[in-house]
Nanobody
Framework: VQLQASGGGLVQPGGSLRLSCAAS????????MAWFRQAPGKEREFVAA????????AYVDSVKGRFAISRDNAKTTVSLQMNSLTPEDTAVYYC??????????????????WGQGTLVTVSS
């Protein structure tokens, strides 16, 4: 299983970015997918998740209303649209995949597959 994240970059506060994660080598349609992030000097934290069928999503409170996770099972991709970015959103963003049940979607220890990370820097 390989996950390839892309779309990071430098953006001004209030701007937008769209991250993408391309999956290969497994049964994408059966995986719950998520984005996590790790800021400098901080632990990795959950950002958003989407259930394998796409009908359920979950977000950390700090991004609700600003970020939106989506997936395209035909293209085996998951995306994270990030709007109204703030410097506090600066981090390396990782996509992750799991076949575990949905109630564990926020917990990184339940994700066996990880992408390499893409850096998002929000700065003026």
């Amino acid at each position: 299983v390989q996950l390839q994240a892309s779309g990071g970059g430098l953006v001004q506060p209030g701007g937008s970015l769209r991250l993408s994660c391309a999956a290969s080598g497994g049964s994408f349609r059966s995986w719950n997918m998520a984005w996590f992030r790790q800021a400098p000097g901080k632990e990795r934290e959950f950002v958003a998740a989407i259930k394998y069928a796409g009908g359920n999503t979950a977000y950390v409170d700090s991004v609700k209303g600003r970020f939106a996770i989506s997936r395209d099972n035909a293209k085996t991709t998951v995306s994270l649209q990030m709007n109204s970015l703030t410097p506090e959103d600066t981090a390396v963003y990782y996509c992750a995949a799991t076949s575990t049940i949905w109630i564990y979607a926020r917990y990184s220890e339940h994700y066996p597959y990880w992408g390499q990370g893409t850096l998002v820097t929000v700065s003026s």
